[in-house]
């Protein structure tokens, strides 16, 4: 029986934060260790692009993120662990798929249909105003990132699922003209992931700047873990669970047990103050030793290159040759065959 292809891409834009952690990077981890699967999880850094014209940021975001995954335990033995930019099929093949892909199915894209209705009510003169070809087709290279490796299982937010579903219609597309290359990648959804909130109260993102970094120093972390926003109620007031941020973040790193003791601790008034200590000191235990390796590997880049490069070698196994294959498929061979 052959293994289920799952696919991962992780955008190299910010540092990763607990809410990456939580919601895509402990889980995607445990995965890398499931012997049924073959799991693909690969640093985006051409979608990077996309919104980002910032090479450093690019550069050391990269680096931060392949440090993370390495330091929690990432199973480089069973999964695949490259660069996108290092897969130079991807490329061409995103070329390809672009030449059997409708406009109009991109023109309905949320990502562009947002862009253009900002546009519509600041300056109705130029819907298209800054937006480049890169967020308009980039469902396109989603979808050579996909299709590339024959992905069956895709993990996405419920957010992502169009692409998923963009991709399903290139492929079947590109099957019918072509014949049967690719297999139709299906969105796995977990309704069960964790979502941090921030600093703020809303969702924990890069762009509302409410992050707390995963791997910050010891005594940094816990000053951000005390700027979390609280109400004004005192100690002894009973607190509500439902909505607290502080809550919300323990309850992404505790047992169900450890969740019932707090949620009683809340009824009972405890003191903001001493839920932060709380709240410090179960993150804290739980990502330490891995804050220690993610040190060691930011000090030496050149392990990070190395792993980066033998999982290119594993990926470039499957893409060269499959891409022989798509390239005759579409009468693009030498003329001698």
């Known amino acids: ?57 690019v ?27 290092d897969i130079p099929e991807i490329s061409e093949l995103s070329w390809m798929l672009s030449c059997v892909t409708a406009k109009g199915l991109m023109n309905r894209a949320h990502a562009y249909k ?21 967020l308009f087709s980039y469902p396109i290279l989603m979808a050579a990132d996909m299709l590339m490796f024959n992905a069956n299982k895709v993990p996405v937010g ?4 169009q692409h998923i579903e963009m991709a399903r219609d290139i492929a079947s597309r590109f099957n019918h003209i072509y014949g049967e290359h ?44 005390n700027k979390i926003k609280t109400n004004s109620l ?23 047990n450890e969740v019932e003791d707090v949620r009683q601790r809340y009824a009972e008034g405890i003191a903001w103050g001493e839920m932060k200590k709380v709240l410090f000191e ?16 930011m000090e030496a880049p050149e392990h990070i290159e190395e792993q980066l490069q033998e999982g290119a070698k594993k990926a470039r196994e499957i893409s060269s040759p499959f891409m022989q294959t798509i390239r005759e498929s579409v009468g693009i061979s030498r003329i001698n065959n």
């Open 114 to 134: 947002a862009s253009v209705a900002e546009n519509e009510e600041t300056d109705g003169n130029d819907p298209d105003k800054g937006i480049n070809m890169g």
């Open 282 to 297: 179960k993150i804290n235990d739980e990502i330490a030793p891995a804050r220690e390796r993610y040190q060691a590997l």
């Open 234 to 256: 005192e100690p002894g007031e009973p607190k509500e669970t439902e909505g607290c941020t502080l809550f919300g973040i323990y309850q992404a790193f505790a047992s169900k």
């Open 1 to 57: 029986m052959s293994k289920q292809i799952v696919l991962t891409g992780i955008t190299t834009t910010g540092t990763p934060h607990l809410g990456n952690y939580a919601g895509a990077i402990r889980p995607a981890i445990k995965a890398s260790k499931d012997e049924n699967a073959r799991p693909f999880y690969f640093l985006a850094d051409y979608h990077a692009l996309i919104k980002c014209q910032e090479p450093e940021r």
């Open 182 to 225: 690719f297999a139709i990648p299906e969105a796995v959804v977990d309704d069960n992931a964790a979502t941090i909130l921030g600093l703020d109260g809303r969702k924990m993102s890069k762009s509302y700047n409410n992050t707390i970094p995963l791997f910050e120093p010891e005594k940094k972390f816990k000053k951000l873990i």
């Open 59 to 85: 550069k050391q975001s990269s680096l931060e993120i392949a440090a993370t995954w390495l330091a929690l335990g990432l199973d480089t033995s069973n999964a695949v662990f490259y660069r996108q930019s």
């Open 158 to 161: 419920k957010d992502q699922i």
